[in-house]
T-cell receptor
């Protein structure tokens, strides 16, 4: 159901950039790519989303491959508060399929 | 900043009892959702709701579950006869437009414990 593949875990040093990859080889032309994160004991939190072009917001950047079969979430300077599970989700129908996500550990 | 709120934060109930989980979506949003997350597992979609009717539901959302928007602000999830396996975090979400193209804003969740 998830339709996306992400590494189970990644580590980053504090204040360094983090690149979180996601593969979505079965993406259709109208699927948006969404990224959410979930801190411990909290609800999922929106990070960023896009369709074809790269996107930037105050939290992160989203780089989408030209064939749209993969994308990368970029946190420009990881902080301890960025430690969370990051989910790459394809918007399909009126629901989200969450995979297991990438657990990001930020090392001080 | 507007946010989705949920009550109660924690609900403990006996197996077989009915529970109602409440959510107040963001006020100008039109699409509403329930998800659940069993401890240590992934977030699972339950149901989406638009224009006072269910638009999509998952296999999890069987006859024991129902949703309602009883007034202009609340969105509820009812479980008629709870089972042990219903113990989970339940998240409500809302979006202004269709969820696949728009941002879904999630509430903090209700932890349901069925004894």
């Amino acid at each position: 159901d998830a339709k996306t593949t992400q590494p189970n875990s990644m580590e980053s040093n504090e204040e360094e950039p983090v690149h979180l990859p996601c593969n979505h080889s079965t993406i259709s032309g109208t699927d948006y790519i969404h990224w959410y994160r979930q801190l411990p004991s909290q609800g999922p939190e929106y990070v960023i989303h896009g369709l074809t072009s790269n996107v930037n917001n105050r939290m992160a950047s989203l780089a989408i491959a030209e064939d749209r079969k993969s994308s990368t979430l970029i946190l420009h300077r990881a902080t301890l508060r960025d430690a969370a599970v990051y989910y790459c989700i394809l918007g399909t129908g009126n629901q989200f399929y969450f995979g297991t996500g990438t657990s990001l550990t930020v090392i001080p | 900043e507007p946010e989705v709120t949920q009550t109660p934060s924690h609900q403990v109930t006996q197996m077989g009892q009915e529970v109602i989980l409440r959510c107040v979506p963001i006020s100008n949003h039109l699409y509403f959702y329930w998800y659940r997350q069993i401890l240590g597992q992934k977030v699972e979609f339950l149901v989406s709701f638009y224009n006072n009717e269910i638009s999509e539901k998952s296999e999890i959302f069987d006859d024991q579950f129902s949703v309602e928007r009883p007034d202009g602000s609340n969105f509820t999830l009812k479980i008629r006869s709870t089972k042990l396996e219903d113990s989970a975090m339940y998240f409500c979400a809302s979006s202004a437009y269709r969820g696949d193209t728009d941002t879904q804003y999630f509430g903090p969740g209700t932890r349901l414990t069925v004894l």
